[in-house]
Protein backbone atom coordinates (compact mmCIF):
# COMPACT_ATOMS: atom_id res chain seq x y z
CA UNK A 1 0.00 0.00 0.00
CA UNK A 2 1.15 3.29 -0.88
CA UNK A 3 1.01 5.62 1.99
CA UNK A 4 -0.25 9.45 1.28
CA UNK A 5 2.39 11.63 1.74
CA UNK A 6 0.53 14.30 4.15
CA UNK A 7 1.46 17.83 5.37
CA UNK A 8 0.43 19.00 8.98
CA UNK A 9 0.56 22.77 8.81
CA UNK A 10 -0.23 24.17 12.19
CA UNK A 11 0.38 27.05 14.29
CA UNK A 12 0.20 26.26 18.14
CA UNK A 13 0.63 23.16 20.25
CA UNK A 14 -0.41 21.03 17.79
CA UNK A 15 -2.56 18.19 19.62
CA UNK A 16 -4.70 17.49 16.47
CA UNK A 17 -0.93 17.24 14.72
CA UNK A 18 -0.10 14.56 17.33
CA UNK A 19 -3.52 12.56 17.28
CA UNK A 20 -2.73 12.53 13.67
CA UNK A 21 0.60 11.79 13.85
CA UNK A 22 -0.07 8.72 16.63
CA UNK A 23 -2.68 6.92 14.20
CA UNK A 24 -0.40 7.29 11.04
CA UNK A 25 2.56 5.13 13.34
CA UNK A 26 -0.08 2.11 12.56
CA UNK A 27 1.97 0.66 9.37
CA UNK A 28 -1.63 0.00 8.23
CA UNK A 29 -2.54 3.79 7.86
CA UNK A 30 -3.15 4.95 4.85
CA UNK A 31 -1.21 8.53 5.21
CA UNK A 32 2.21 9.34 7.09
CA UNK A 33 2.63 12.77 7.78
CA UNK A 34 5.79 13.51 5.73
CA UNK A 35 6.10 16.92 6.71
CA UNK A 36 4.77 19.57 9.41
CA UNK A 37 4.94 22.94 8.63
CA UNK A 38 4.48 26.01 10.98
CA UNK A 39 3.57 29.64 10.35
CA UNK A 40 4.72 30.55 13.65
CA UNK A 41 8.67 29.89 14.55
CA UNK A 42 7.16 29.62 18.37
CA UNK A 43 4.42 26.85 17.43
CA UNK A 44 4.91 24.22 20.18
CA UNK A 45 4.32 21.92 18.04
CA UNK A 46 7.00 21.70 15.91
CA UNK A 47 8.88 20.08 19.22
CA UNK A 48 6.69 17.78 19.42
CA UNK A 49 6.77 17.05 15.27
CA UNK A 50 10.87 16.70 15.42
CA UNK A 51 11.19 14.40 18.93
CA UNK A 52 8.97 12.21 16.44
CA UNK A 53 11.64 12.21 13.32
CA UNK A 54 9.32 14.32 10.70
CA UNK A 55 10.86 17.09 9.05
CA UNK A 56 9.70 20.27 10.55
CA UNK A 57 9.91 23.49 8.52
CA UNK A 58 8.87 27.42 9.33
CA UNK A 59 6.87 29.77 6.68
CA UNK A 60 6.49 33.48 8.90
CA UNK A 61 4.16 35.30 7.90
CA UNK A 62 5.33 38.16 9.53
CA UNK A 63 7.98 37.78 6.77
CA UNK A 64 5.93 38.60 3.78
CA UNK A 65 4.78 42.04 4.53
CA UNK A 66 0.90 41.10 4.31
CA UNK A 67 1.34 39.35 0.91
CA UNK A 68 -0.76 36.73 1.30
CA UNK A 69 0.21 35.57 -2.11
CA UNK A 70 3.84 35.24 -1.63
CA UNK A 71 3.24 34.01 1.94
CA UNK A 72 1.41 31.08 0.20
CA UNK A 73 3.69 30.76 -2.79
CA UNK A 74 6.31 29.97 -0.26
CA UNK A 75 4.12 27.56 1.75
CA UNK A 76 3.45 25.43 -1.48
CA UNK A 77 6.91 25.32 -2.72
CA UNK A 78 7.70 23.82 0.07
CA UNK A 79 4.50 21.15 0.19
CA UNK A 80 6.19 20.52 -3.40
CA UNK A 81 9.73 20.40 -2.69
CA UNK A 82 8.50 17.66 -0.41
CA UNK A 83 6.54 15.91 -3.09
CA UNK A 84 3.32 16.53 -0.70
CA UNK A 85 -0.12 14.71 -1.97
CA UNK A 86 -2.40 15.94 1.08
CA UNK A 87 -2.39 18.90 3.73
CA UNK A 88 -4.62 18.44 6.59
CA UNK A 89 -4.61 22.19 8.92
CA UNK A 90 -4.58 21.40 12.16
CA UNK A 91 -5.32 24.58 13.94
CA UNK A 92 -3.44 26.99 11.31
CA UNK A 93 -4.75 30.14 12.14
CA UNK A 94 -4.26 31.70 8.96
CA UNK A 95 -7.24 32.69 6.38
CA UNK A 96 -6.18 31.20 3.40
CA UNK A 97 -7.04 32.47 -0.28
CA UNK A 98 -8.11 31.26 -3.28
CA UNK A 99 -4.25 31.35 -4.80
CA UNK A 100 -3.61 27.67 -2.47
CA UNK A 101 -6.97 26.73 -1.74
CA UNK A 102 -7.47 26.28 -5.72
CA UNK A 103 -4.14 24.70 -5.93
CA UNK A 104 -4.77 21.66 -3.31
CA UNK A 105 -8.85 21.28 -4.33
CA UNK A 106 -9.93 18.19 -2.87
CA UNK A 107 -6.29 17.70 -1.02
CA UNK A 108 -6.96 20.02 2.00
CA UNK A 109 -8.62 19.26 4.91
CA UNK A 110 -9.18 21.02 8.29
CA UNK A 111 -10.70 20.77 11.51
CA UNK A 112 -12.73 22.92 13.01
CA UNK A 113 -13.97 23.00 16.67
CA UNK A 114 -17.75 23.54 16.17
CA UNK A 115 -20.53 21.93 14.21
CA UNK A 116 -20.17 23.55 10.80
CA UNK A 117 -22.54 25.89 9.54
CA UNK A 118 -22.74 26.21 12.71
CA UNK A 119 -20.28 28.93 14.60
CA UNK A 120 -17.56 29.58 12.01
CA UNK A 121 -14.39 31.62 12.96
CA UNK A 122 -13.19 31.65 16.71
CA UNK A 123 -14.39 31.18 20.02
CA UNK A 124 -16.48 28.84 19.29
CA UNK A 125 -17.32 27.49 22.53
CA UNK A 126 -17.76 30.69 23.87
CA UNK A 127 -20.90 31.39 21.58
CA UNK A 128 -22.14 27.97 21.75
CA UNK A 129 -22.52 28.48 25.06
CA UNK A 130 -24.33 32.34 24.91
CA UNK A 131 -26.28 30.66 22.02
CA UNK A 132 -27.52 28.12 24.23
CA UNK A 133 -26.98 24.89 21.78
CA UNK A 134 -27.58 21.49 24.02
CA UNK A 135 -25.12 19.86 21.35
CA UNK A 136 -21.76 21.19 20.24
CA UNK A 137 -19.02 19.33 18.86
CA UNK A 138 -15.72 19.31 15.87
CA UNK A 139 -16.06 19.13 12.12
CA UNK A 140 -13.43 17.72 9.42
CA UNK A 141 -13.89 19.32 6.04
CA UNK A 142 -12.63 19.64 2.96
CA UNK A 143 -11.10 23.40 2.11
CA UNK A 144 -13.01 25.67 0.22
CA UNK A 145 -12.10 29.46 0.12
CA UNK A 146 -15.00 30.54 2.02
CA UNK A 147 -13.60 30.00 5.88
CA UNK A 148 -14.83 27.21 7.62
CA UNK A 149 -16.78 26.21 4.60
CA UNK A 150 -16.46 23.15 2.35
CA UNK A 151 -18.13 19.58 2.10
CA UNK A 152 -18.05 18.14 5.31
CA UNK A 153 -15.96 14.71 5.96
CA UNK A 154 -16.80 13.70 9.98
CA UNK A 155 -18.08 15.41 12.68
CA UNK A 156 -18.60 14.48 16.40
CA UNK A 157 -21.03 15.66 18.82
CA UNK A 158 -21.11 15.93 22.50
CA UNK A 159 -24.10 17.41 24.92
CA UNK A 160 -23.43 20.92 26.25
CA UNK A 161 -24.18 20.24 30.12
CA UNK A 162 -25.31 23.18 32.40
CA UNK A 163 -22.12 23.40 34.70
CA UNK A 164 -19.95 23.97 31.11
CA UNK A 165 -17.71 26.51 31.32
CA UNK A 166 -15.89 27.90 27.32
CA UNK A 167 -12.84 25.66 29.00
CA UNK A 168 -14.53 22.56 29.98
CA UNK A 169 -16.62 22.81 26.89
CA UNK A 170 -13.05 22.93 25.03
CA UNK A 171 -11.66 20.37 26.46
CA UNK A 172 -14.41 18.09 25.78
CA UNK A 173 -14.71 19.17 21.82
CA UNK A 174 -10.68 19.03 21.97
CA UNK A 175 -10.91 15.16 22.56
CA UNK A 176 -13.46 14.77 20.10
CA UNK A 177 -11.20 16.53 17.78
CA UNK A 178 -8.40 13.87 18.60
CA UNK A 179 -10.78 10.84 17.62
CA UNK A 180 -13.01 12.37 14.60
CA UNK A 181 -9.10 14.00 12.63
CA UNK A 182 -7.60 10.43 12.40
CA UNK A 183 -10.85 9.34 10.89
CA UNK A 184 -11.27 11.52 8.79
CA UNK A 185 -7.92 11.22 7.52
CA UNK A 186 -7.79 7.62 7.12
CA UNK A 187 -11.33 8.07 4.43
CA UNK A 188 -9.59 10.57 2.81
CA UNK A 189 -6.28 9.14 2.44
CA UNK A 190 -7.73 5.51 1.52
CA UNK A 191 -9.97 7.45 -1.70
CA UNK A 192 -13.39 6.02 0.74
CA UNK A 193 -14.46 9.66 0.75
CA UNK A 194 -15.60 10.92 -2.50
CA UNK A 195 -16.90 15.05 -3.07
CA UNK A 196 -19.94 14.69 -4.65
CA UNK A 197 -21.45 18.14 -5.20
CA UNK A 198 -21.52 19.69 -1.58
CA UNK A 199 -21.45 16.67 -0.08
CA UNK A 200 -18.98 13.99 0.75
CA UNK A 201 -19.73 9.86 0.34
CA UNK A 202 -18.10 7.65 2.66
CA UNK A 203 -20.03 4.62 1.21
CA UNK A 204 -19.34 1.09 3.30
CA UNK A 205 -16.72 3.32 5.69
CA UNK A 206 -19.94 5.54 6.82
CA UNK A 207 -19.29 6.40 10.11
CA UNK A 208 -22.98 7.57 11.32
CA UNK A 209 -23.23 5.95 15.30
CA UNK A 210 -19.77 6.12 15.92
CA UNK A 211 -20.33 10.20 16.14
CA UNK A 212 -21.67 11.13 18.89
CA UNK A 213 -19.23 11.00 22.68
CA UNK A 214 -21.67 11.60 25.64
C1 LIG B 1 -8.18 23.17 17.60
O1 LIG B 1 -9.22 23.25 18.53
C2 LIG B 1 -8.68 23.39 16.19
O2 LIG B 1 -9.94 22.84 15.96
C3 LIG B 1 -8.74 24.90 16.12
O3 LIG B 1 -7.56 25.31 16.77
C4 LIG B 1 -7.23 24.35 17.77
C5 LIG B 1 -5.79 23.94 17.57
O4 LIG B 1 -5.35 23.13 18.62
N1 LIG B 1 -8.82 25.37 14.79
C6 LIG B 1 -9.52 26.43 14.41
O5 LIG B 1 -10.13 27.15 15.19
C7 LIG B 1 -9.49 26.72 12.91
N2 LIG B 1 -10.65 27.50 12.55
P1 LIG B 1 -4.10 22.18 18.44
O6 LIG B 1 -2.95 23.08 17.96
O7 LIG B 1 -3.84 21.63 19.79
O8 LIG B 1 -4.45 21.13 17.43
Redesign the pocket.
Known amino acids: MSRKRTAVL ?8 SALISAAQSPDYPAEVALVLSNRPDAK ?1 LERAAENGIPTTVVDHKLFSGDRQAFEKAVDDILKEHRIELVA ?5 RILTPYLVDAWANRMI ?4 ALLPSFK ?2 E ?1 HERALSEGVKLHG ?1 TVHYVSSEM ?1 DGPIIMQGAIPVLDTDTPDTL ?1 AR ?2 EV ?1 HRIYPKALELVASGQAKVSGARVETGDADASGMLIFP
Not at 89 to 93: E, H, K, N, R, T
Open positions: ISGRGSNMGLAGFMNIHPGLTADAVLE
